[in-house]
T-cell receptor, first 113, second 113 residues
């Protein structure tokens, strides 16, 4: 049972444009959401997070939006750069087992010139 | 500050064998979590150790076990290896159990033949 879903396995975006990565979840106990970026042969790197009490969090070119009623979050990257090409994982924590992250299957982002 | 280190980086074993993977957390971090990454499944939580005690456990068979030492270094063991155990095993450390940010190591790529 996949509680965190990233339905797009891949996404291709031109440099300078906006990249939008989507994530859906089913567990209503999730109260904290994170995005990680992963390059080949490296571990995931934390990118940005959002608490369930907020609907938006910004950090430079990265913004995460949370729609609790739809159980949906998205990561916007503006403007996209070639160095952003990586696999992006959405992850969630629930209130009961806060140290355990539940990950989606990832979306491979390719930023083209 | 040195990051999370995992050894070995690559490992080839045959079915039925057992394997031990090692993780050294960031200095000062006391929590270590283990994840399995396979194609199509994303990262799946195995277990978390904090102060030498297992705090959380994922849905994996008893063949998967772990431990943590007094210096916070952790090992995970997989006995009676199966072909399906071929995966990237990632270790993440955090300062404390619960809501602290997790920092991932580069992983150990295990191939079971």
């Amino acid at each position: 049972d996949q509680q965190v879903k990233q339905n797009s396995p891949s996404l291709s975006v031109q440099e300078g444009r906006i990249s939008i990565l989507n994530c859906d979840y089913t567990n209503s106990m999730f109260d904290y959401f994170l995005w990680y970026k992963k390059y080949p042969a490296e571990g995931p790197t934390f990118l940005i997070s959002i608490s369930s009490i907020k609907d938006k969090n910004e950090d430079g070119r990265f913004t995460v939006f949370l729609n609790k009623s739809a159980k949906h979050l998205s990561l916007h990257i503006v403007p996209s750069q070639p160095g952003d090409s990586a696999v992006y994982f959405c992850a969630a924590r629930d209130t009961g087992t806060a140290s355990k992250l539940t990950f989606g299957t990832g979306t491979r982002l390719q930023v083209t010139l | 500050k040195a990051g999370v280190t995992q050894t070995p980086r690559y490992l080839i074993k045959t079915r039925g064998q057992q394997v031990t993977l090692s993780c050294s957390p960031i200095s000062g971090h006391r929590s270590v979590s283990w994840y399995q990454q396979t194609p199509g499944q994303g990262l799946q939580f195995l277990f978390e150790y904090f102060s030498e005690t297992q705090r959380n456990k994922g849905n994996f068979p008893g063949r998967f076990s772990g431990r943590q030492f007094s210096n916070s270094r952790s090992e995970m063991n997989v006995s009676t290896l199966e072909l399906g155990d071929s995966a990237l095993y990632l270790c993440a450390s955090s300062f404390a159990s619960g809501r602290s940010e997790q920092f991932f190591g580069p992983g150990t790529r295990l191939t079971v033949l």
